[in-house]
């Protein structure tokens, strides 16, 4: 199914270089997927270590050698894994591959660019930083083919945090900005530090879908 004809708004572009080789992920219906990191630069000298999923049907026999450069273009996908040690599930998300292309260099380009159309599926958490720097995280919820959805955590900033902080479940936004990886430690129950890794979508610009525009689309 086309997702951009039947009003789905899923989009993800991203320049990096390759961080670790494809391992097999999963197989589905006998057609077999893979996993593997690329790291994508910022506009600082930070990267984001971001996972993609990629079939092996579009690999087509290469390599996806590590240090490699390479644009890859497809949809931000989420699925809940299950935690043994916490008896509980999580959200994960990850970057599904729909093309890709290896490059000789990275263009001077925004390397990592995200649009997406869903539903806030839970109450937006303001709160403000030590240093009085206002968030707010969301939670949407963007449709998929086949009567499925994507769970995409989303943290604002500033003005937008203030705007995100009055959305209602179930108001139809649509947002810009860029998949983030943020490095966390958490607690455990017997004292121990742990350090985990969180995706989230970083938002530069938000906007509610007006229900004219949803009915033309």
């Known amino acids: 199914m086309d997702t951009e004809n039947s009003g789905i708004i899923n989009r993800i572009s991203l320049l990096g270089k390759i961080e670790t080789s494809p391992v097999f992920s999963h197989d589905v219906f006998g057609e077999g997927f893979f996993s593997f990191n690329l790291a994508v630069p910022r506009l600082s000298d930070a990267h984001d270590i971001l996972p993609v999923t990629i079939s092996e049907r579009i690999m087509e026999g290469s390599r996806f050698t590590p240090d490699e450069q390479m644009s890859v273009t497809g ?4 699925y809940n894994n299950y935690i043994a040690e916490e008896q509980r599930n999580r959200l994960v998300l990850t970057v599904f591959a729909k093309d890709y292309e290896f490059l000789e260099s990275i263009p001077n380009t925004n390397p990592n660019e995200v649009i997406l159309d869903g539903f806030i599926c839970k109450p937006p958490v303001y709160r403000t930083t030590p240093f009085g ?3 707010t995280d969301l939670l949407m919820a963007v ?10 955590p989303c943290i604002t900033w500033g ?15 649509r947002l ?5 990886s943020r490095v966390y430690q958490k ?5 121990t530090v742990t350090e985990k890794t969180a995706f989230e979508v970083s938002v ?3 906007e509610i879908i007006d229900k004219g525009e949803l009915s033309e689309s």
């Open 75 to 78: 949809q931000i996908r989420s």
């Open 176 to 180: 810009w900005g860029r998949m983030q």
């Open 143 to 152: 449709n998929r083919s086949y009567n499925k959805s994507d769970y995409i």
């Open 187 to 191: 607690k455990q129950d017997d004292g």
């Open 133 to 135: 720097r206002e968030i």
């Open 204 to 206: 530069s610009r938000i």
């Open 159 to 173: 003005r937008n945090a203030r705007y995100a902080s009055k959305l209602a479940v179930g108001d139809n936004i």
